[in-house]
């Protein structure tokens, strides 16, 4: 079974710190997403990597960076931490073709920023 | 651009009736279309897609769904539910030609009541 796993299930953060989410998935997989979830909102794209070194925007990327220095693992950065930044965030992977496969989610790590 | 319309936002349901949850699409081309569930405070894991081939696709856990291109919908059924289907359901689309990532509706939480 493919296995994605997020750092922590639960964080809370002050405003203005830097804050790092960790994602790790264990089936070598190409792709790899950082999504953010808020009610009502569904699921919107931070960003995604298809490739070490390589990441692309997504749809909402403004106040996070990402770094994907191995192919297991897959970091998203808030360089300075806001409250409305308080949400449920979500790691995904996907083994090749990012239009037609399945994607792989962690368990996701709720974020709140006082 | 493509779009995804979830338009219930909770759908209560009493224990072994039928259920279908609605979605329909906004694309001028093509689209592969995905079903994902996410049980309470778990991630994400996918119940079904449509590539291509029959427009009635079934998945897991006894869920089906039907892609109809004219009415651009591909609605989730299931002929009778179980209070273990109680979970937030996501559908999302993907281009196939496009930026090869999905979009993903606003989510629709289903209640089945004993």
């Known amino acids: 079974d493919v296995k994605v796993t997020q750092s922590s299930r639960y964080l809370v953060k002050r405003t203005g710190e830097k804050v790092f989410l960790e994602c790790v998935q264990d089936?070598?997989?190409?792709?790899m997403f950082w999504y953010r979830q808020d009610p009502g909102l569904g699921l919107r794209l931070i960003y995604f990597?298809?490739?070490?070194?390589?990441?692309e925007k997504g749809d909402i990327p403004e106040g996070y960076s990402v770094s994907r220095e191995k192919k297991e693992r897959f970091s998203l950065i808030l360089e300075s931490a806001s409250t409305n930044q308080t949400s449920m965030y979500l790691c995904?992977?996907?083994?090749?073709?990012?239009?037609?496969?399945?994607?792989?989610f962690g368990p996701g790590t709720r974020l709140t920023v006082l | 651009a493509q779009s995804v319309t979830q338009l219930d936002s909770q759908v209560p349901v009493f224990e072994e009736a039928p259920v279908e949850l609605r979605c329909n699409y906004s694309?001028?081309?093509?689209?592969?279309l995905f079903w994902y569930v996410q049980y309470p405070n778990q991630g994400l894991q996918l119940l079904l897609k449509y590539l291509s081939g029959s427009t009635l696709v079934k998945g897991i856990n006894g869920f089906e769904a039907e892609f109809n291109k004219s009415q651009t919908s591909f609605h989730l059924r299931k002929p009778s539910v179980h209070i273990s289907d109680t979970a937030e359901y996501f559908c999302a689309v993907s281009d196939p030609r496009g930026t090869y990532k999905y979009i993903f509706g606003t989510g629709t939480r289903l209640k089945v009541l004993a």
């Open positions: 089936m070598d997989h190409e792709n």
């Open positions: 694309s001028s081309v093509s689209v592969y």
């Open positions: 990597s298809y490739d070490v070194k390589m990441k």
């Open positions: 995904a992977s996907s083994p090749g073709d990012r239009r037609t496969d399945t994607q792989y």
